[in-house]
């Protein structure tokens, strides 16, 4: 190596020719080959734009680096030596096919008749290649390779062509999945790793004799689904051991992937003991792609325990038994892709108390509180443009505002102040986790002043367990209808919480102190998270904690916090001026 580099590559293999330095002086012929590579790879740049010589001289390339390849197996190369070699000249081999590809101006292209596929089905595959260059195309050849276990069966025997300028050639084959092929899954399912899918197209042809393989990928990839995709609505639900005959409605709905007519059931299994109206519910297909979907009630024993249960949803015929749903997942950036997961549903018993108020929800789209408030058995209201700037607010005891809805809510930034009226004459408003950004006004927004953090990402808690510490235990918030224990603080999933308020005026009480291990020194700056404040006749709350992600895990500390807080408009009046 110079003592004075020119350039990043000095002392390194920038080329093939570079690479015979490192050979030993006894592979002469060897390093000779090397530089008779980098030959071809230079006349093959030099010869753009000329689609038709770059794809000639493409492989005359080929030819060298593949003669090359195999006096490097021969030679006798220290082992570092050989691989390193290898490798390099493999990556020139497949940059030079893709080369023949584009230079060739070749369209090839993998039809398949049905790419949703179950198991036991033939579909046909249609593999078709147009030759839109100069270069005729010598021998011709099409192959099909599926996942082992799978059949492919040509249509009509393929045979090899000249593929000339303008012409089109194209073959098709059955394919059978055989009956215990395996669920899609996205990531066994590696359909743009080249090589490595499960499912392409093989193309062959020869330039002046010099033959080249081309792997096809299918635009979309061949999915083997279940039978029947069963899905569940909800997928977690809560029974309060506090209500006697608590009952949970699970909807339950079907899709048939078969090609064919059927008929079967849609059924619940539930934990032994419980009781599930219907017991079945039949359903009848015709054709691919029908949905039919059905509505149970389920009844857990009146001692039932706290504790989590499965309740599982099955699709049976006398063909085929799904307890799978498949979720597709279909965008324009991204290609079409398919979860496949369990059709069950999670119930989590524990007690939980809550009063009869009239809730109204101002929703934004990124959570999912007013599913959690009814399920706790509460009649909730969304608030839409028109509710907001002339309906009667009066009639609901309670209004949320969910997280991020000043900013995606103009409507409600533009009737806040109507809504602020509203508190001031007894009502109860909670709104939940906001960024500055979220078109907050720190002194218009909330009654008081609130100054959220910035920059948000040092506003925080984000370890689960954080100890909290309640501020005001006699609170009337940490008392009713549900008294608030540690235990409530426990189960959380992720974060704790952010985007906390930075400064807010002394009209608020706080709630709870908390930091993440190692930041005690902030506990006083991070107590802003919840803050509580009266306001003319009614109560404001504002919360910094993720509550809209914990109701949707279960927690029932979640759960019972929520509950207190959308309650205190009919908490006792000993309570509420203790």
């Known amino acids: 190596m110079p003592e004075q580099e020119t350039s990043v590559f000095d002392g390194l293999p920038f080329t093939v020719a ?84 584009v230079a060739s101006q070749l369209k090839p292209e993998v039809i398949i008749d049905d790419p949703e596929v179950v198991r036991g089905q033939a579909f046909r595959v249609t593999l078709a290649v147009y030759n839109g260059g100069e270069v005729p195309l010598q021998d011709l050849g099409f192959a099909l390779v599926a996942p082992d276990g799978w059949t492919v069966e040509p249509l009509a025997a393929p045979r090899t062509v000249t593929l000339r300028h303008g012409e089109t050639a194209q073959v098709q084959f059955l394919v059978r999945v055989p009956e215990t092929a395996a669920f899609f899954h996205p990531y066994a399912n590696r359909y743009t790793l080249g090589r490595d899918d499960p499912f392409r197209a093989e193309l062959t042809y020869r330039v002046n004799g010099i033959p080249v393989r081309q792997r096809i990928l299918p635009q979309v990839p061949v999915a083997v689904l279940p039978d029947y995709s069963v899905a569940t609505n909800p997928r977690n639900a809560m029974i309060n051991t506090l209500v006697p005959g608590d009952q949970v409605e699970i909807q339950v709905s079907v899709r048939n992937y078969r090609p064919e007519p059927s008929s079967g059931v849609l059924r619940l299994r539930v934990p032994d003991g419980w009781q599930v109206d219907p017991v079945e519910v039949p359903f009848a297909f015709q054709r691919k792609g029908e949905t039919f979907a059905a509505t149970f009630t389920v009844t857990p024993p009146p001692d039932v325990a706290d504790g989590d249960y499965t309740v599982v949803a099955e699709a049976v015929s006398d063909v085929a038994t799904s307890e799978l749903g498949v979720r597709v997942i279909d965008y324009p950036h991204i290609s079409r892709t398919y979860l496949i997961e369990e059709a069950q549903v999670t119930l989590r018993a524990f007690p939980l108390a809550v009063a009869p ?18 399920l706790m058995g509460l009649e909730v209201t969304l608030l839409g443009p028109e509710e907001l700037e002339f309906g009667d607010l009066s009639q609901y005891d309670t209004i949320v505002v969910g997280i991020y809805a000043y900013r995606y809510r103009p409507d409600l930034a533009a009737n806040n102040a109507r809504l602020l009226e509203w508190v001031r004459n007894g009502g109860n408003l909670i709104v939940l986790n906001h960024r500055y950004t979220d078109n907050w006004d720190e002194e218009a ?59 807010w005026a002394d009209e608020f009480v706080e709630l709870f102190a908390m930091t993440d291990p190692g930041e005690e020194h902030r506990r006083e700056e991070l107590k802003g998270n919840t803050l509580w404040a009266r306001v003319g006749e009614g109560t404001y709350l504002y919360s910094s904690l993720i509550w809209y992600f914990q109701l949707e895990q279960l927690v029932p500390g979640a759960y019972r916090m929520m509950a207190n807080f959308v309650s205190q408009p009919l908490a006792p009046p000993e309570l509420v001026n203790h």
């Open 18 to 101: 570079d690479l015979a330095a490192a050979l030993p002086s006894d592979a002469a012929e060897l390093a000779q080959l090397l530089h008779t590579v980098q030959a071809e790879l230079d006349a093959t740049v030099a010869a753009f734009p000329d689609f038709g010589a770059v794809t000639r001289q493409a492989h005359r390339a080929l030819a060298a680096v593949r003669a090359a390849l195999a006096a490097v197996a021969e030679a006798q190369l220290p082992e570092e030596t050989r691989v390193d070699i290898e490798f390099r000249l493999q990556v020139k081999a497949d940059q030079l096919a893709r080369v023949s590809l």
């Open 357 to 374: 108020v009239r809730v109204g929800y101002v929703a934004s789209g990124f959570d999912s509180v007013p599913e959690a408030l009814r």
């Open 445 to 503: 927004t909330p009654p008081y002043p609130i100054r959220l953090g910035r920059p948000s990402i040092e506003w925080r808690v984000t370890d689960e367990t954080a100890p909290v510490e309640v501020l005001e235990p006699d609170h009337v918030v940490m008392n009713w209808p549900n008294k608030i224990t540690e235990a409530d603080w426990s189960g959380w999933v992720k974060d704790r919480g952010f985007h906390f308020p930075m400064a």
